[in-house]
């Protein structure tokens, strides 16, 4: 089994969905409690989909542990007269010069929690999510999803004016990483953002907290403004 202890990619898809490049999401359905499908051919998380028309804006906020100040992403969709729209991405971080890098929308890849630590290893794959990130989330069941990946989801709640779902991915190959999403119940919303309302990555942080369920997040991006006008 790999354990978090050198570095570790929190999976291309979602690096992929966060930077706004997946175009759809899959219409597959969830499988039934208890059993695991097998995962779509085409694999596609978060966002996505035809643009319906009309202004959109959203912004998420990305910490990571050991930083004092959160970085910003923002991008707002502007329907103009001629019919056309303009799009319009920025970030916002404030680092010391020896931080900064050329990275996403300006922000180090380290920085979007892309790494766990220095001494982890190895690559969690977010793939079977992609059975439930399209569908309606049931409150409290348990997805078994391919590839003994799990999401349980939790209780509902709200972020950024936005209702959500909140719930814990874990992986049977990385026994000391979870990862908390609250995705948005109205699944046109989930269509429209290009990442969950909220991920973080949590971990143990080395050996002597195997077993004893102790997790700290190490990075969290979380949606802090949405604005929708159709």
């Not at 929308?105 to 079977?128: C, H, K, Q, W, Y």
């Amino acid at each position: 089994m790999t354990r978090v202890s050198r570095s570790i990619g929190l999976a291309l898809a979602g690096l992929v969905a966060l930077a706004g490049i997946v175009a759809a999401q899959t219409a597959e359905a969830p499988p039934p409690d208890g059993e695991r499908g097998e995962r779509p051919a085409d694999i596609q998380l978060f966002g996505g989909g035809d643009y319906p028309g009309g202004y959109l804006k959203y912004t998420y906020r990305v910490g990571r542990e050991g930083t004092t100040s959160a970085s910003t992403t923002t991008t707002e969709i502007r329907p103009l007269e001629d019919g056309t729209y303009e799009i319009v991405s920025t970030s916002t971080e404030r680092v010391p010069l020896d931080l900064v890098h050329i990275g996403f929308f300006g922000i180090s890849l380290p920085r979007l929690g892309i790494r766990v630590a220095e001494n982890a290893s190895g690559t969690i794959d977010m793939s079977p999510l992609s059975y439930i990130s399209a569908s309606e989330i049931e409150p409290g069941r348990e997805y078994l999803l391919p590839d003994g990946a799990r999401f349980q989801a939790g209780d509902l709640g709200t972020i950024a004016g936005v209702d959500v779902v909140h719930g814990t991915y874990t992986h049977a190959d990385y026994t000391n990483v979870e990862i908390d999403f609250s995705f948005a119940v109205d699944l046109e919303i989930r269509n429209l953002l290009p990442f969950p309302a909220r991920m973080a990555l949590r971990y143990t942080a080395d050996s002597a907290d195997q077993g004893t369920g102790i997790f700290r997040t190490f990075s969290l991006v979380e949606l802090a403004e949405f604005v929708r006008e159709p």
